[in-house]
């Protein structure tokens, strides 16, 4: 919920603060590879986003000195799983976004230098070739440097960790009616100087 048109497509009003959840390790894979879907899943949702890789310990860093800590930025699809998200246990925002195969990342760690402004990045995800979300991080809520101060006052972020730091409009959710991904889907997904990625989806294989 960090791109206010985003939140009014989920129906839900901008956050004063930024809205925290964690991804498993498990959930972390390769730029092109398959994405599972779930046993029980029939709310697959992608959401392309800029994924900030910390490259310095942080812990209370003022905000004015947060990109001193960044290592650089990457590409990354935030697949959820609303159902399991929203629905299940009342709602439980971990257990819908850290199934595995939920964060593809990369194809590149493009270090801090080489982006002149985090906050003027387009990005793009199409499905089986039809644009679905279209965006840019200058419509961020939170930019980059307040979401790592942010963070860093309530956890020690370290060396490697990576923040994923929301989604455009555009996401199967917002659509009337909503549109979530089956097997045989084809998802492309892309930021301005950070690549391009390519999931297949594919149903649990037990």
């Given at each position: 919920l960090n791109y206010a048109d985003h939140a009014r497509e989920a129906g839900i009003a901008p956050p004063a603060e930024p809205v925290l959840f964690m991804k498993a390790v498990s959930a972390i894979c390769g730029p092109n590879d398959d994405t599972i879907r779930p046993r029980d899943s029939n709310r697959l949702d992608h959401e392309v986003e800029l994924g900030v890789v910390i490259g310095t310990r942080a812990s209370y860093v003022e905000e004015s000195r947060a990109l001193d800590y960044v290592a650089g930025y990457c590409l990354a699809n935030d697949i959820s799983e609303r159902g399991f998200q929203l629905e299940r246990g009342g709602g439980q925002w971990d257990k819908g976004k850290g199934c595995d195969t939920f964060a593809p990342l990369g194809?590149?760690?493009?270090?801090?230098?080489?982006?002149?402004?985090p906050q003027n990045l387009s990005l793009y995800l199409d499905v089986n070739g039809e644009r679905r979300q279209t965006g840019n991080t200058a419509n961020m809520i939170f930019p980059v440097a307040h979401i790592v101060a942010y963070l860093s006052c309530f956890l020690t972020l370290m060396p490697g960790d990576v923040i994923l730091t929301g989604t455009p409009p555009g996401v199967g959710l917002g659509m009337k009616p909503p549109r979530f991904l089956n097997p045989g889907d084809e998802v492309r997904l892309g930021i301005a100087g950070l690549g391009e990625q390519h999931q297949r989806i594919i149903a649990w294989p037990g």
């Open positions: 194809p590149w760690l493009v270090t801090r230098d080489e982006i002149a402004d």
